[in-house]
Antibody, heavy 118, light 108 residues
Framework: EVKLEESGGGLVQPGGSMKLSCAAS????????MDWVRQSPEKGLEWVAE??????????YYAESVKGRFTISRDDSKSSVYLQMNSLRAEDTGIYYC?????????WGQGTLVTVSA | EIVLTQSPTTMAASPGEKITITCSAS???????LHWYQQKPGFSPKLLIY???NLASGVPARFSGSGSGTSYSLTIGTMEAEDVATYYC?????????FGGGTKLEIK
């Protein structure tokens, strides 16, 4: 059974930083491309970032809205993916999900809520 | 960036009614990269249909998908109360991966 457990969310002030973690199990993590997707009432579902497998040189990709502020990384030895978020803005508020991409996003965790507010 | 536009944004249907939701892409997408998700209130999104027309595991046969190029659709053959949810299309054809704005389906 695939399990995805996101953590690290909470309340942060504008301009602050936060690091999200996602522990995965039930699939061959090292072969998987991993993504972060967020959801807010204002923007709906929004793709944030992707990190590919070692075979693809751990290439990373970002949405324009977070490029230069967010960094996705992974630790295959821990079957975990991370999202370092800096210079946070109110519009970064939302539920953040990690999900492996096999063409589609077939598996979703419960997400972790990030609130950026003074 | 490929923009996905869903129609309608909200709708209400009676039990037994046939429902069609459309997803229009700003550029042509391979049908292998168009997917649909269902999100019920209070829950995470769930994969409903992958590669345009393939039902995900456990999805009832009353759901179906079709389309090609820039025009795709999700159909519910006969509306049931448990289908109340928001439905999203998504393209994986290119980066950035994008989602439609969602269609909220309610029951009459």
């Amino acid at each position: 059974e695939v399990k995805l457990e996101e953590s690290g969310g909470g309340l942060v002030q504008p301009g602050g930083s936060m690091k999200l973690s996602c522990a995965a199990s039930g699939f061959t993590f090292s072969d998987a491309w991993m993504d972060w997707v967020r959801q807010s009432p204002e923007k709906g579902l929004e793709w944030v970032a992707e990190i590919r497998s070692k075979a693809n040189n751990h290439a990373t990709y970002y949405a324009e809205s977070v490029k230069g502020r967010f960094t996705i990384s992974r630790d295959d030895s821990k079957s975990s993916v991370y999202l370092q978020m800096n210079s946070l803005r109110a519009e970064d508020t939302g539920i953040y999900y990690c999900t492996p991409i096999y063409g589609s996003f077939a598996y979703w965790g419960q997400g972790t809520l990030v609130t950026v507010s003074a | 960036e490929i923009v996905l536009t869903q129609s309608p944004t909200t709708m209400a249907a009676s039990p037994g009614e046939k429902i069609t939701i459309t997803c229009s892409a700003s550029s042509s997408i391979s049908s292998n990269y168009l997917h649909w998700y269902q999100q019920k209130p209070g829950f995470s999104p769930k994969l409903l249909i992958y590669r345009t027309s393939n039902l995900a595991s456990g999805v009832p046969a009353r759901f179906s998908g079709s389309g090609s190029g820039t025009s795709y659709s999700l159909t519910i053959g006969t509306m049931e109360a448990e289908d109340v949810a928001t439905y999203y299309c998504q393209q994986g054809n290119s980066i950035p991966r994008t989602f439609g704005g969602g269609t909220k389906l309610e029951i009459k």
